[in-house]
């Protein structure tokens, strides 16, 4: 009791000298030029939520189109206005872009902003103890270049010619010459512009997210200490870092070839009957620079969902996560496969089949870490107390979908197959449910899980189980036939299909019907948890300090977390992040900070070696307190 | 199991400078930027349809004197380390003078490709020339910026031998940038 009583007083001393450095921000520092990283992490996910809504009506858009092809339109005139044509149908050039801008949105906007920029910026200092990022100003900077990219591309799509029309992949020449399609026009500028303002946004937040990691850990936190969450974004920002840069030189050149007659990717090409100037360009050239960014942007999206249901499943397996080192390795060979294994995409280029050999095989080898990843997650919760909060459900709906995206990954990897499968329903199969809609439950999982942090508030449990049974049915009602049409033949991004029903206009009409009535009932459902959301923030019941019981740095901070996280010193750590259920302990879990000595009834006998070094972590306190005077 | 020594070891390298590391990934960005132009002309060239010319000479020279410059910016570095203050704003003059001349000179050196009828627009050999030496330039515009950053400082009294990681930063930066032309230089010689 004495010494919680000294503690408080010395916290109190210690706010009292720095009462006349830290003035109470205003409404603009504190909410809207905000160098906060919980308020930045707020900023991205309100963003990214909004953008979650907007990508996904788009898909509704479309798929009303592929599900009932007959079907009267007029009634979406009042939002569409002239994309919808005399006939009562969507317009043809409209669902190119339509189809584009879900892709860019939802790859970029929501699941690489909204959940890697969220939770890297919100859990990052939180769980490795440091009081904000190693930048507060370049993080803050990086929010706005997103906000400012974001609202380029918002405004793409009020074009009269429309938003670019020619696949996320905006592959050339339909990208490059503006008179290819109405799309190709300003919409593309738009695009470009806006994609190169998000490279740099993610550029600024992946360098701040390294070097905070890397820098600013708390006394006693090794890299074997640290929570799994922040190691998958530590290997997320590496593979941006390394990506991003690729897809900007190859914007880059994409620009020169659009703005300044070069030929970088435009060889001999006629169009309207013309002869273009342009000779020696290489197409395949810049689908190479694409996908050196495009497929180590999958994990991008995918790695931080991946390390949030680590922590989410061991918390509420009330377990140890298995083979904590095990899922570091597969993480870690997860990033470095990422960069070698690009021209997978590109089987059907017309490569010399002994590189896509090449090529197939180190795809194949992904399967292991995943596989060693799933295992992992699976014997966690083999045999735990599990405890069944909508984070735990997301989470297990993310290793679902992981399993059963990730098998079909397998057959497409396979550069023999992929001749078959090459753009058709099945890819889309295969990544919605692997990578979309994964990563879409780990950041469902992670909202439910860090909103008491994040709002001090619980968000309502029911509404919660509600939105998951819903998701989840709903997400393998629409993406599982897309297996069936895609084996068949039905082709990516087509307006319309007939060629299969000999001439019938109701070619897969059934299925596809079925899938659309399910988007759309899937798309509603999400209502739910936008009412969740905002009504919680406001709302909600209060939340505890810890209600999950969870042992990682951010649940000792007060329940409404200040500027700088810790009231008072920052906590040491002692321990690895999963102490859940320890043979011999008195409660079921052991904070990070609690040290060894604390807790002899429970130590192995290798643990209570680590006594001694108590003494040496503890006495890095003032040189950590000088790291942030510096 | 580690022991205390070992452990106070690992907290030194934890407190590296976080603005110094943020130099350093960030100049991985830009290595990854020229890693993928580079990549690019390797793989296009490959393809054949490759017109071949002689890369201006006043690159030869450009190259020397921007080698000059990082001799300067260390001595500037040297100077601030021993609050040698008028070595130091000197030096940082002299780098610049050095930087503002390559750049110059580099403008040049696009002059003579016109002469040889090596235009921007045209075969991707040539175009790729262009653009290699002309973002590059863009970046060293960027250390230029950083240089008077840092003689603003030198001025102020700002960089001494206590605070030495404005003009580390600076150096760094301007080093990596030699590097960068000159890793350019040499690829543009050997594949041209």
Redesign the interface.
């Known amino acids: 009791m004495s010494t919680a009583t000294t503690h408080a007083e010395e916290v109190h001393a210690h706010a009292h000298d720095h009462e006349h450095e830290h003035h109470e921000p205003n409404f603009i520092q504190k909410y809207i030029f905000s160098e906060d990283h919980k308020t930045i992490a707020k900023q991205y996910l309100i963003m990214g939520i909004l953008w979650a809504f907007v990508g996904g009506s788009l898909s509704i858009i479309f798929r009303l189109q592929l599900g009932f092809p007959e079907m009267q339109l007029e009634w979406l005139r009042p939002i569409l206005g002239e994309w919808i044509d005399e006939s009562g149908k969507l317009d043809k050039e409209f669902y190119l872009a339509l189809v584009t801008m879900h892709g860019t949105i939802m790859v970029f906007f929501v699941l690489t902003a909204g959940l890697s920029g969220t939770f890297s910026n919100f859990l990052i200092p939180l769980q490795i103890g440091a009081r904000d990022m ?2 507060g100003f ?1 993080n803050m900077l990086s929010f706005w270049f997103f906000f400012l990219s974001s609202a380029v591309m918002f405004s793409s799509l009020f074009l009269e010619t429309g938003p670019a029309s020619g696949g996320w992949v905006i592959y050339p020449p339909l990208s490059a010459l503006p008179q290819a399609m109405p799309g190709s026009g300003l919409g593309m500028t738009l695009w470009l512009t806006s994609m190169a303002l998000f490279i740099v946004s993610s ?1 600024m937040g ?3 997210y ?3 990691i ?4 708390t ?1 006693g936190m ?1 890299f074997t200490k640290m929570p799994l969450t922040i190691w998958s974004f530590f290997f997320t920002a590496i593979l941006g ?6 897809l ?3 914007a ?2 994409l620009i ?1 070839d659009r703005s ?5 990717y435009l060889s001999e090409i006629y169009i309207q009957g013309q002869a273009l100037p342009n ?4 197409p395949i ?1 810049y689908q ?2 694409f996908w ?1 960014l495009g497929h180590p942007e999958v994990y991008i999206v995918l790695l931080p969902a991946l390390g949030m249901t680590s922590e989410i499943i061991a918390t509420n397996a009330r377990k140890p996560i298995f083979g904590y080192r095990a899922m570091i390795g597969s993480m870690m060979g997860i990033t470095l496969l990422a960069f070698i294994v690009w021209a997978h995409h590109m089987f059907v280029t017309g490569m010399n089949p002994f590189l896509g050999s090449v090529f197939m095989f180190l795809t194949l080898i992904i399967a292991v870490p995943s596989a060693v990843k799933a295992f992992n997650y699976i014997t966690t919760l083999w045999k735990g107390n599990l405890i069944f909060t909508p984070a735990m459900l997301f989470s297990i709906g993310l290793v679902s979908l992981f399993i059963s995206g990730g098998v079909t990954g397998i057959i497409l990897g396979n550069s023999a197959l992929d001749i078959n499968l090459h753009d058709t329903y099945f890819v889309v199969a295969h990544f919605h449910l692997v990578m979309g809609s994964a990563s879409f439950f780990g950041l469902m999982a992670g909202v439910y899980h860090w909103f008491p942090k994040m709002f001090g508030r619980m968000m309502n449990k029911t509404l919660g189980y509600i939105h998951f049974w819903a998701t989840f049915v709903g997400v393998y009602c629409v993406f599982f036939p897309m297996h069936y049409t895609g084996i068949a033949g039905f082709p990516r991004r087509y307006y319309s299909f007939t060629a299969l029903g000999n001439g019938r206009m109701e070619a897969f009409t059934d299925l596809n019907a079925f899938i659309s009535i399910a988007a759309i009932l899937t798309f509603s459902a999400q209502a739910i948890f936008f009412f969740n959301f905002f009504y919680s923030i406001f709302k909600g019941k209060k939340a505890s300090q810890n209600p999950w019981n969870s042992t990682t740095l951010e649940w000792t901070t007060p329940v409404e977390v200040g500027h700088g996280n810790w009231p008072g010193e920052i906590p040491a750590v002692y321990r690895w992040p999963y102490d859940y259920s320890k043979p011999g302990a008195e409660s079921d879990f052991i904070p990070q900070n609690v040290p060894y000595s604390a807790t002899p009834e429970s130590n192995l006998p ?1 643990e209570n ?2 006594i ?2 108590e ?3 503890e006495s ?1 306190l003032a ?1 950590q307190n000088e ?1 942030y005077n ?1 | 199991m580690k022991k205390p020594e070992e452990l106070l070891a690992a907290n030194e390298t934890r407190s590296v400078n976080p603005k110094v590391f943020t130099m350093w990934l960030f100049i991985v960005s830009i290595v990854m930027l020229f890693a993928a132009f580079t990549s690019a002309y390797l793989v296009r060239k490959a393809e054949g349809n490759w017109v071949e010319f002689e890369l201006p000479n006043l690159f030869y020279y450009s190259t020397v004197v921007l080698l000059g410059s990082s001799a300067s910016m260390h001595f500037a570095y040297l100077a601030a380390k021993k609050d040698q203050f008028n070595a130091l704003r000197l030096s940082i003059s002299i780098t610049f003078v050095l930087g503002l001349i390559f750049l110059i000179m580099q403008f040049y050196g696009w002059i003579q490709l016109v002469d040889e009828n090596v235009f921007f627009v045209g075969n991707p050999s040539g175009s790729f020339v262009y653009v290699l030496s002309g973002l590059h330039g863009l970046h060293l515009i960027s250390g230029l910026i950083v240089l008077l950053v840092a003689l603003v400082a030198a001025f102020r009294l700002k960089i001494n031998a206590k605070a030495l990681t404005q003009i580390k930063i600076c150096t760094t930066y301007w080093h990596f940038l030699d590097a960068l032309w000159v890793y350019l230089f040499l690829f543009l010689v050997f594949n041209n």
């Not at chain 1, 870092?241 to 690729?246: A, E, I, K, N, T």
């Open positions: 190693a930048s370049i550029l992946g360098i701040n390294i070097c905070t890397i820098n600013l850990r006394r090794t870092l390394l990506s991003f840069p690729v900007l030189s190859a880059l050149l020169f300044f007659g070069t030929s970088f000779m020696g360009g290489s050239l190479h620079l050196f290798e070696e680590e001694a070094n003494k040496a972590i890095l040189a790291s510096r």
